[in-house]
């Protein structure tokens, strides 16, 4: 078994089509417990219950955005050690260093790659076969 295949991955994007995109990406890496939220709301709800390894997460949502997710995430002592990628437009430097500080793990920028992809994870868990 791959490490991708004990990896949960959570995520959280309140585009559909980002969604779809995302997790065809993952289960091309080889991922296969994946779970999708629309906002950073419902995102936590979901790691409440039910803790993720990784959590990828888009900036700009209803609800509760990026930041205040990533905020609640790290804030939570169950869900603290989840590694974070943020999920971002090219060259939003201000937001992807007030996610750095605190406490996302990688960026992976849109429109991404799935070697990108791949790169921004591998950062975080190695490689992932």
Same mark, same amino acid.
């Given at each position: 078994?791959?490490? $991708?295949?004990?990896?949960? @991955?959570?995520? &959280?994007? !309140? =585009?559909?089509?980002?969604?779809?995109?995302?997790?065809?990406?993952?289960? =091309?890496?080889?991922?296969? =417990?994946? +779970? $999708?939220?629309?906002?950073?709301?419902?995102?936590?709800?979901?790691? +409440?219950?039910?803790?993720?390894?990784?959590?990828?997460s888009d900036f700009n949502m209803p %609800?509760? !955005?990026?930041?205040? #997710?990533? =905020? $609640? @995430?790290?804030?939570?002592?169950?869900?603290? %050690? *989840?590694? #974070?990628?943020?999920?971002?437009?090219?060259? !939003?430097?201000?937001?992807?260093?007030?996610?750095? $500080?605190?406490? *996302?793990?990688?960026?992976?920028?849109?429109? #991404? +790659?799935?070697?990108?992809?791949?790169?921004?994870?591998?950062? &975080? #868990?190695?490689?992932? %076969?």
């Amino acid at each position: 078994m791959s490490i $991708a295949e004990k990896i949960k @991955v959570l995520i &959280v994007d !309140d =585009q559909v089509t980002s969604r779809l995109l995302l997790g065809d990406a993952l289960q =091309q890496l080889g991922f296969k =417990q994946i +779970t $999708a939220a629309g906002d950073g709301a419902q995102g936590m709800a979901i790691m +409440t219950q039910q803790p993720h390894h990784l959590v990828i997460s888009d900036f700009n949502m209803p %609800k509760m !955005d990026g930041i205040e #997710f990533l =905020q $609640a @995430v790290r804030s939570n002592p169950s869900t603290k %050690k *989840a590694a #974070f990628i943020i999920l971002t437009a090219q060259g !939003d430097r201000a937001l992807v260093q007030k996610a750095a $500080a605190l406490g *996302a793990n990688n960026v992976l920028a849109k429109p #991404f +790659t799935i070697e990108k992809m791949r790169a921004a994870i591998e950062a &975080v #868990f190695g490689a992932l %076969k």
